[in-house]
């Protein structure tokens, strides 16, 4: 899953995707996410498997509205993206996009 936050200007930054998530987990997913309706911010960005790979990930974008919780190591890298994957935790539907800290904050 790759993970997003708003920075000041009202852009969406990338930053990081999270390892792989279990079968039973993807399933749960599948009724949460929504298409991106009218196109989505990241729409013709390549993406890659990891922190140096150059193996791009097959990609489908949605709507950027799902807050999750997850664990995350402090390295980053010099464009503020999470250098290690993420362990996804849980959904929460309880918050709302714009309720999460500004990337960059």
Do not use: I
């Amino acid at each position: 899953m790759l993970l997003g936050r708003y920075d000041g200007a009202g852009v969406l930054r990338y930053t990081g995707c999270t390892t792989p998530l279990a079968r039973a987990v993807t399933r749960a997913l599948q009724g949460v996410l929504l298409p991106a309706a009218g196109g989505h911010p990241w729409t013709g960005r390549t993406f890659t498997a990891g922190w140096g790979s150059r193996d791009a990930l097959d990609v489908t974008l949605v709507d950027p509205q799902l807050v999750v919780e997850a664990d995350v190591d402090v390295a980053r890298d010099a464009a503020g993206r999470w250098r290690h994957p993420v362990r996804l935790h849980r959904t929460r539907p309880d918050l709302s996009a714009e309720s999460v800290p500004l990337f960059g904050e």
